[in-house]
């Protein structure tokens, strides 16, 4: 029998303070590294705030690592995810269930993630560099991108800039799910660019949460 469940919450924020240590980082470093502040750092690294996969894509990339060094999903042997094996995980301290949908290749740019939104989530408000696309396959997701707010509803889609403010909340009474792909353009994540292209790349945002992104 496929095991559906979610897996075990992972220690995001001894994770990251472990790869800052390794990398004789203080938290002041990282802030100006990834454009969030001291002070959401230090509670994400306590693990008293958990960072959507837009902000904790900053933080990978300043600590010259990807994504998943610290949500630890499982590793694709080629570009094909079944249905039904699948896993799911969570980030600790964060309510939605992710599905890692994207393959792990060398060089690959996006990032693809299906979000299992509880009612009531709320996400926070973030900012940074690349770009964002989300399809919203069951229930209403509710996005605030830039001061503008737009209820998707099933079969809904937005694609929007990662330097507008942005952030989302499930407002109905039932779970919604939604198919996240974003593009985290960073001079210090692997990309298929030349050295002289890869420096061009946006720089970062402020930050503030699949919280993750959540992710988004």
């Known amino acids: ?41 230090s509670q994400v690294e306590r693990d008293n705030a958990v960072p959507t996969l837009g902000t904790l894509a900053e933080i990978a990339a300043a600590l010259d690592v990807g994504i998943d060094h610290f ?10 995810t079944r249905a039904e094996e699948r896993r799911r995980f969570s980030v600790a301290g964060n309510s939605v269930v992710y599905e890692r949908i994207g393959a792990d290749f060398a060089a690959h740019e996006l990032s693809c993630f299906l979000l299992n939104v509880p009612p009531s989530y709320r996400s926070e408000t973030v900012r940074h560099s690349g770009e964002e696309i989300v399809f919203v396959l069951e229930g209403e997701i509710l996005h605030m991108v830039d001061g503008q707010s737009f209820l998707l509803r099933a079969g809904d889609s937005m694609h929007y800039l ?34 002289a292209q890869a420096g061009g790349l946006p720089g970062t945002g402020s930050g503030s949460g699949p919280s993750d992104g959540a992710l988004a």
């Open 1 to 41: 029998m496929t095991n559906k469940r979610a897996r075990m919450p992972v220690a995001l924020g001894q994770r990251i303070r472990k790869r800052r240590l390794q990398m004789a980082m203080t938290l002041q470093a990282l802030s100006r590294a990834c454009g969030v502040s001291v002070s959401y750092l």
């Open 71 to 80: 949500i630890a999903t499982p590793r694709q042997v080629d570009s094909v």
């Open 162 to 195: 990662g330097q507008q403010p942005h952030s989302y909340s499930n407002p109905g009474d039932a779970p919604a799910r939604m198919l996240w792909t974003g593009k985290m353009a960073h001079p210090a994540t692997p990309t298929i660019l030349g050295p």
